[in-house]
């Protein structure tokens, strides 16, 4: 951890103070909770119970001023990180050893390495002020790895109860996406039925920005993420528009939603951006998908414009009603596949043995693949058996049928502009950025919650922060009982409770904000050009939250208004 090799930029960034709420910086011992709404999940709450039976039930809080003498007892808290990085973990991190120490400088905070890996493995180090501070307000999961091992199985359970035992653990933090913070659940229930003294509390990070409920506005991760991939896609447009040369297809990645794609629509007027929940609600197929795109390159050629900007969302693959079928029967038949297709080297030997096993519209779909990329849908799995859609090259499809359908178009309808498409893909650039205002102080605020949610003898909880669109002194930070956030889902066949992704709402304010516009877009040369993430300078241009939450902030107040008339009446 030298200092004489970090950037400048680093340099500077480790004197931002996040302006988090007032109640966060009092002592915690003048700090409890206080009960905010009932707290029962919205639907199933009878089959939720049946796993969840000590954790479910409990009140959602808010933090007010009182009395907790508990607070500054000295404590051994262990945090990891999981899943993929989002920037701003290291100030949850930071946040959360700040409480800490604060209340009790003997405390203790033992990050596992590797995710939940590591605290299979008690694989851990007890985290120094010194490497705490080197990563301050920094972007990646470095400070201790993350990774997207699940803890299920009941040997997994028992190696926990082990590391907790042996650490002497009184509290563990799990920072995650939908799928961490159903662990964090599972954990948390299952320390309570054994009585182990033991709490968990969950905290929402995914730059996917679909972990979002009535509770979680937004997930960490995703401001600063969009802000990068807006600002390359806006450099990209401006430079398309000057060389009026490139048709660029730009692929984002969001793994299952399309919230990233949807907000980078929203910063940057491309001139079109397929939604995968809108394409799957439409029942759209692939030919329909590229008919309307062809439309739009033909209708731009006439005026002269042969250029555009496209944005794709990675996962649009589990949308297409023709790629989302071929995957889901690949995924029922992946157990049967794994040791198969160890014996099966070439794509020739595991399409002849896909045939006797998918459907005939499966088959035919992975057939009309181009080779690479029916490979890349055979081949490329996560520990989990779950197809990695951000290596699935979807874009170089579609540049390869456009160009095929341009070429076909013949009569009145024949294209006569030029056609020279470029491929992109923005995900990893945008996943370790050093955090925006935003994420930097949203992220610190909830690693302070954490502590406080622990020193409340709260367990199972997610810590919350709401009001996210304004000035983030006036943010309400609380708990949200993670059981109040499952529904039941089939997973590996079986119906269990699992917090759910959050699609993109066909009604929402942000969809709707962008269906509206769309038109003028496609036709239109209108990009904006955000430009890079500001971290110094006017509050407008450093402190700008996104287009998705400022719409649905507004809708949200709007909606609270009109109730709150209607309920005078
Ligand atoms: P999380 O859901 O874990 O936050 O990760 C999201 C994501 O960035 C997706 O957008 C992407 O598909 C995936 O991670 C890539 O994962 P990997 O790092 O394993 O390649």
Same mark, same amino acid.
């Given at each position: 951890?030298?200092?004489?090799?970090?950037?400048?930029?680093?340099?500077?960034?480790?004197d +931002?103070?996040?302006?988090?709420?007032?109640?966060?910086?009092?002592?915690?011992? !003048?700090?409890?909770?206080?009960?905010?709404?009932? &707290?029962l999940?919205?639907?199933?709450?009878?089959?939720?119970?049946?796993?969840?039976?000590?954790?479910?039930?409990?009140?959602? =809080?808010?933090?007010?001023?009182?009395?907790?003498?508990?607070?500054?007892?000295?404590?051994?808290?262990?945090?990891?990180?999981? /899943?993929?990085?989002?920037?701003?973990? %290291?100030?949850?991190?930071? /946040?959360?050893?700040?409480?800490?120490?604060?209340?009790?400088?003997?405390?203790?905070?033992?990050?596992?390495?590797?995710?939940?890996?590591?605290?299979?493995?008690?694989?851990?180090?007890?985290?120094?002020?010194?490497?705490?501070?080197?990563?301050?307000?920094?972007?990646?999961?470095?400070?201790?790895?993350?990774?997207?091992?699940?803890?299920?199985?009941? @040997?997994?359970?028992?190696?926990?109860?082990?590391?907790?035992?042996k650490?002497?653990?009184?509290?563990?933090?799990?920072?995650?996406?939908?799928? &961490?913070?159903?662990?964090?659940?599972?954990?948390?229930?299952?320390?309570?039925?054994?009585?182990?003294?033991?709490?968990?509390?969950g905290?929402?990070?995914?730059?996917? #920005?679909?972990?979002?409920?009535?509770?979680?506005?937004?997930?960490?991760?995703?401001?600063?993420?969009?802000?990068?991939?807006?600002?390359?896609?806006?450099?990209?447009?401006?430079?398309?528009? &000057? &060389? #009026?040369?490139?048709?660029?297809?730009?692929?984002?990645?969001?793994?299952?939603?399309? %919230?990233?794609?949807?907000?980078?629509?929203?910063?940057? %007027?491309?001139?079109?951006c397929?939604?995968?929940?809108?394409?799957? @609600?439409?029942?759209?197929?692939?030919?329909?998908?590229? $008919?309307?795109?062809?439309?739009?390159?033909?209708?731009?050629?006439? %005026?002269?414009?042969?250029?555009?900007?496209?944005?794709?969302?990675?996962?649009?693959?589990?949308?297409?009603?023709?790629?989302?079928?071929?995957?889901?029967?690949?995924?029922?038949?992946?157990?049967? $596949?794994?040791?198969?297709?160890?014996?099966?080297? !070439?794509?020739?030997?595991?399409?002849?043995?896909?045939?006797?096993?998918?459907?005939?519209?499966?088959?035919?779909?992975?057939?009309?693949?181009?080779?690479?990329?029916?490979?890349?849908?055979?081949?490329?799995?996560?520990?989990?058996?779950?197809?990695?859609?951000?290596?699935?090259?979807?874009?170089?499809?579609?540049?390869?049928?456009i160009? *095929?359908?341009?070429?076909?178009? !013949?009569?009145?309808? !024949?294209y006569?502009?030029?056609?020279?498409?470029?491929?992109?893909? $923005?995900?990893?650039?945008?996943?370790?950025?050093?955090?925006?205002?935003?994420?930097?102080? $949203?992220?610190?605020?909830?690693?302070?919650?954490?502590?406080?949610?622990?020193?409340?003898?709260?367990?199972?909880?997610?810590a919350?922060?709401?009001?996210?669109?304004?000035?983030?002194?006036?943010?309400?930070?609380? #708990? =949200?009982?993670?059981?109040?956030?499952? *529904?039941?889902?089939?997973?590996?066949?079986?119906?269990?409770?699992?917090?759910?992704?959050?699609?993109?709402?066909?009604?929402?304010a942000?969809?709707?904000?962008? @269906?509206?516009?769309?038109?003028k877009?496609?036709?239109?040369t209108?990009?904006?050009?955000?430009?890079?993430?500001?971290?110094?300078?006017?509050?407008?241009?450093?402190?700008?939250?996104?287009?998705?939450?400022?719409l649905?902030?507004?809708?949200?107040?709007? +909606?609270?208004?009109?109730?709150?008339?209607?309920?005078?009446?």
């Amino acid at each position: 951890m030298s200092m004489d090799s970090i950037s400048l930029l680093q340099r500077a960034r480790y004197d +931002f103070q996040p302006k988090i709420p007032e109640v966060l910086t009092k002592d915690a011992a !003048t700090i409890q909770l206080e009960n905010s709404s009932l &707290s029962l999940p919205p639907r199933d709450e009878q089959k939720i119970r049946e796993y969840y039976r000590e954790t479910i039930g409990k009140p959602a =809080v808010v933090f007010a001023d009182g009395s907790n003498p508990a607070a500054g007892r000295k404590r051994r808290c262990g945090v990891l990180l999981s /899943g993929g990085q989002a920037p701003g973990g %290291h100030n949850v991190i930071a /946040g959360l050893f700040d409480g800490l120490q604060a209340a009790n400088a003997e405390s203790e905070l033992i990050g596992f390495h590797g995710g939940a890996g590591g605290l299979l493995k008690c694989d851990y180090e007890i985290l120094t002020k010194e490497k705490v501070d080197f990563h301050r307000n920094t972007g990646g999961f470095d400070i201790i790895g993350s990774g997207r091992t699940k803890i299920e199985t009941d @040997a997994q359970i028992e190696a926990t109860i082990q590391t907790v035992k042996k650490l002497e653990l009184d509290s563990l933090v799990i920072v995650g996406g939908d799928d &961490s913070n159903t662990n964090a659940a599972l954990l948390a229930e299952v320390f309570a039925q054994r009585k182990l003294p033991m709490q968990v509390i969950g905290v929402p990070k995914t730059i996917d #920005g679909d972990l979002k409920n009535d509770h979680i506005e937004t997930s960490f991760g995703f401001d600063t993420s969009t802000k990068v991939y807006a600002s390359l896609i806006g450099d990209l447009a401006r430079d398309t528009k &000057s &060389s #009026g040369k490139y048709w660029n297809f730009v692929k984002l990645m969001g793994r299952s939603a399309s %919230h990233i794609a949807l907000e980078c629509a929203l910063q940057i %007027h491309p001139n079109i951006c397929l939604i995968g929940e809108e394409i799957k @609600a439409k029942n759209m197929s692939l030919k329909r998908i590229l $008919y309307d795109i062809c439309q739009i390159i033909a209708h731009r050629a006439e %005026h002269g414009e042969n250029f555009g900007v496209i944005l794709i969302p990675e996962g649009i693959v589990e949308f297409i009603p023709e790629t989302a079928n071929l995957i889901a029967e690949l995924n029922r038949n992946w157990k049967e $596949y794994e040791h198969v297709f160890t014996a099966l080297t !070439t794509l020739e030997l595991k399409k002849k043995w896909l045939y006797t096993k998918l459907s005939p519209e499966a088959y035919h779909t992975l057939d009309q693949l181009p080779a690479e990329l029916a490979e890349q849908f055979l081949g490329l799995r996560d520990p989990h058996g779950n197809i990695l859609v951000s290596q699935i090259e979807i874009e170089k499809l579609f540049i390869t049928m456009i160009r *095929d359908y341009l070429e076909g178009m !013949t009569g009145a309808g !024949t294209y006569k502009g030029s056609f020279a498409p470029l491929a992109e893909f $923005y995900g990893y650039e945008g996943r370790s950025a050093f955090p925006s205002n935003f994420d930097a102080t $949203y992220c610190y605020a909830l690693g302070k919650t954490a502590f406080l949610l622990i020193a409340n003898a709260a367990n199972g909880y997610l810590a919350c922060i709401k009001d996210l669109a304004l000035p983030s002194e006036q943010w309400k930070a609380g #708990g =949200v009982p993670l059981t109040m956030m499952m *529904d039941m889902e089939e997973r590996k066949g079986e119906w269990v409770p699992v917090i759910a992704k959050s699609l993109v709402d066909l009604n929402g304010a942000a969809f709707n904000e962008f @269906a509206r516009n769309r038109d003028k877009w496609a036709l239109e040369t209108c990009y904006m050009h955000p430009g890079p993430v500001q971290y110094f300078g006017p509050d407008e241009l450093c402190n700008r939250i996104t287009e998705t939450l400022r719409l649905e902030s507004e809708e949200k107040r709007r +909606f609270e208004a009109w109730a709150n008339i209607a309920t005078k009446r």
